[in-house]
C-alpha cells in the first residue's frame, strides 16, 4: 500500500501501478475504510485507489463547505496526480452521486463506471426534511442517537440483527468523523443537483447495483439509472440493505471482478 497526500486528500493506492486502475468513493457518513473487503479482493489483480472525502477519515477539513461538484474536482486531481489512465469509478450512495456528476462533466476521464444504492434524483421535500432533523439532532448533542438511526436504517433487518461485528465497525467509522463534517455533508447531499437527464448521454459500460433490502435508496432507483443507460448491467445484491458492499461482500465482489474482466493489462 502506498499513501498520498493529495492536495489534502488522504489517498491509500493498492497493487501495482502498471495495472488496470479502481477507484472507489466512499458513502455517508463513512470513509475510505468501507472498501476494505473490495480492496482485499481486488489488489492481485488492479491498482486499486481509495480515498476519503474532504474532510472525513484522514482528508483536510478544509473550510467545511463542499458541493458535489467540488467533490468532483477532488476526484478529478487524484486522477490526474496519479496518472490513472481512464479507471472505472465506483461510488455507493453519496460516492454515487459523485460518481454521476463526475461522468456528466468528464465522461472522457473513465473507462467504465459502477454505480451502487444510489440515485440521479435530487432529494424529495420529506428528505430534505429528514436531513435538517438529522443536522438538529447532531447539533443538540445527540450523535449517538443519529448513528444509530443511520446504522439501522442502512443495513438489512437480518444484518442489523446478526452481523454484530460489523455494527459495531460501522459505529467506530462513523464515529471517527467530526460532527461539522457530518452536517455539512447532510447539507452538501439535500443541495445537490439531479442527474437523471444525463443518464442517456452516459456511454460508458456501466454496472448498476443495490442492495435487495435496501431502505434509503429502494432498487426502482437504481433500475431507472439502468433503464436509462445505454451499455449498463444491473445487479441485485441478495441480503443486503443499502451498504451492499460491506454486509454482502462476496456476491459484491464477484459482481465488480466480473465487470472488470477484460481490462486488466496482460
Not at 455494527?167 to 439531479?194: H, P, S
Not at 439502468?226 to 443486503?240: C, E, P, R, V
Request: with cysteine; proline share 2%; aromatic share 10%.
Amino acid at each position: 500500500m502506498i499513501k498520498h497526500n493529495i492536495r489534502g486528500l488522504n489517498v491509500l493506492e493498492h497493487g501495482e501501478s502498471n495495472r488496470f486502475a479502481i477507484i472507489f468513493i466512499h458513502a455517508f457518513p463513512l470513509c475510505s475504510r468501507m472498501w476494505d473487503k473490495q480492496v482485499e479482493a481486488l489488489e492481485g489483480k488492479y491498482r486499486v485507489v481509495v480515498y476519503d472525502l474532504r474532510s472525513f477519515g484522514y482528508s483536510e477539513y478544509g473550510d467545511g463547505h463542499y458541493t458535489i461538484d467540488s467533490h468532483v474536482s477532488d476526484l478529478i486531481s487524484i486522477i490526474d496526480s496519479l496518472k490513472l489512465d481512464k479507471p472505472v469509478v465506483c461510488g455507493l450512495s453519496m460516492g454515487g452521486y459523485i460518481t454521476l456528476r463526475a461522468l456528466e462533466l468528464y465522461q472522457s476521464k473513465f473507462k467504465g463506471a459502477i454505480i451502487a444504492d444510489s440515485k440521479a434524483e435530487p432529494d424529495n421535500n420529506p428528505t430534505k426534511h429528514t436531513r435538517a432533523d438529522q443536522i438538529k439532532m447532531i447539533k443538540n448533542g445527540q450523535r449517538e442517537q443519529f448513528t444509530g438511526n443511520f446504522i439501522k436504517g442502512a443495513l438489512s433487518e437480518v444484518n442489523y440483527t446478526e452481523k454484530t461485528e460489523l455494527v459495531e465497525f460501522l459505529k467506530k467509522m462513523i464515529g471517527w468523523q467530526k460532527n461539522e463534517t457530518i452536517t455539512g455533508a447532510l447539507m452538501t447531499l439535500a443541495a445537490r443537483a439531479d442527474t437523471t437527464e444525463f443518464l442517456e448521454r452516459l456511454d460508458l459500460r456501466t454496472l448498476v447495483m443495490v442492495g435487495k433490502e435496501d431502505k434509503l435508496t429502494p432498487a426502482e432507483f437504481s433500475k431507472i439509472i439502468y433503464g436509462k443507460t445505454k451499455n449498463s448491467d444491473f445487479k441485485l445484491i441478495s441480503n443486503a440493505g443499502h451498504l451492499s458492499n460491506m454486509e454482502n461482500p462476496e456476491e459484491f465482489n464477484a459482481a465488480i471482478l466480473e465487470f472488470l474482466k477484460g481490462y486488466e493489462k496482460k
